[in-house]
């Protein structure tokens, strides 16, 4: 097993792997240089057809890890068929996403097979010439019993956050799946646990896997991580109620725009949250100006872009909250990094719609 903690430096950078030109051309157009760690050590096994176990947390960058060589491979093979299981629907439409970013320009085809939509358009689509399925076990079970999709025809599945779709009730569906796809396939199997009935799973359906596991940055000793799941429409008011709570003392919020930063700071302010923003658009004197407020408690909330709050080093910032996902690995462990500071204790809280 492969372990590594404190700052961990890549081996490659992106244009090390043999990608072919478009994908290449894709990662660059996400201004994508270097893998994160995951995404260093996983790449180069999926691209040489191995089973892998990535033990890896959310935000780790993993979807890129296997998407990646995945659609290298589909691209060099074009009947090559890829299924995708995932525990929730939210995670299959951001992998899909992904996806897509990924195959811009390659006239490439997936479907997304989850609960709460209708099946009509899904069946639809599975009807047309497709290389990639993303879907939950349950969807996914539906379309193999009404005859919609026949896995015997996919030689390669990725297992996402497999111990959540164990905890979720998922391993009959998991089971019964497996069994309906080739016996010679590639598997990658992606879990944040190893635990008694995850390593069953991974002796029985995997062939001599590699390993790669992947412990998150430093950072996360002194910052308790966690995930506010809301509802679309009602994001700014959760942040209003949780900013009015006594313990958000010093609160840096991170905004992915310009525009969203600056208005997210008024409408915090109109709240009663004496609140300031920094960004991009700012004179340096205003940047200086709404800093200070902050860093003297004038103001209790400071709402910054990645680009304005590169190198802030701001003293006894209880939490961090992402109000918008970061774009990047990087982007996520530089935000958390802002607090928990110096042997203190800090909280980051990081928003799904």
Do not use: W
């Amino acid at each position: 097993m492969v372990e590594h903690t404190e700052v961990y430096a890549p081996k490659h950078t992106f244009s090390d792997f043999p990608f072919g030109a478009l994908v290449k051309q894709n990662i660059t157009a996400k201004g994508y240089v270097l893998p994160t760690p995951i995404q260093d050590q996983a790449i180069e096994h999926v691209l040489n057809g191995e089973d892998i176990v990535g033990i890896a947390n959310t935000g780790t960058g993993k979807t890129a890890a296997f998407l990646l060589p995945l659609l290298d491979k589909v691209l060099k093979q074009p009947r090559e068929k890829i299924l995708i299981m995932v525990p929730t629907r939210e995670l299959a439409i951001q992998i899909d996403e992904e996806l897509r970013d990924f195959a811009r320009g390659s006239g490439l085809f997936s479907v997304v097979c989850v609960g709460g939509t209708g099946m009509g358009k899904q069946i639809s689509e599975l009807r047309h010439r497709h290389n990639f399925v993303i879907g939950t076990p349950g969807r996914l079970k539906d379309h193999m019993e009404n005859r919609n999709l026949d896995l015997g025809t996919f030689n390669t599945v990725v297992l996402d956050e497999a111990d959540r779709m164990l905890d979720m009730g998922f391993i009959g569906d998991m089971r019964f799946m497996l069994a309906k796809m080739p016996a010679d396939r590639q598997t990658l199997f992606f879990s944040a646990t190893l635990s008694k009935e995850i390593e069953a799973l991974i002796h029985d359906f995997l062939r001599n896997p590699a390993r790669v596991s992947v412990k998150t940055r430093d950072t996360s000793k002194n910052v308790d991580q966690d995930i506010v799941r809301v509802q679309h429409g009602e994001k700014f008011s959760v942040l209003a109620s949780l900013l009015k709570g006594p313990e958000f003392e010093k609160v840096l919020v991170f905004s992915r725009t310009k525009h969203n930063a600056e208005k997210l700071g008024q409408m915090l302010s109109r709240e009663g949250i004496p609140s300031e923003s920094i960004h991009g658009d700012k004179q340096q004197t205003q940047r200086q100006r709404a800093l200070k407020s902050f860093k003297e408690g004038r103001a209790r909330v400071l709402v910054a872009t990645d680009v304005a709050a590169r190198g802030l080093d701001i003293p006894n910032v209880s939490h961090v909250i992402n109000y918008d996902v970061p774009a990047s690995y990087e982007d996520y462990v530089h935000r958390i990094g802002r607090t928990g500071r110096a042997d203190k204790k800090g909280k980051a809280l990081t928003f799904i719609e």
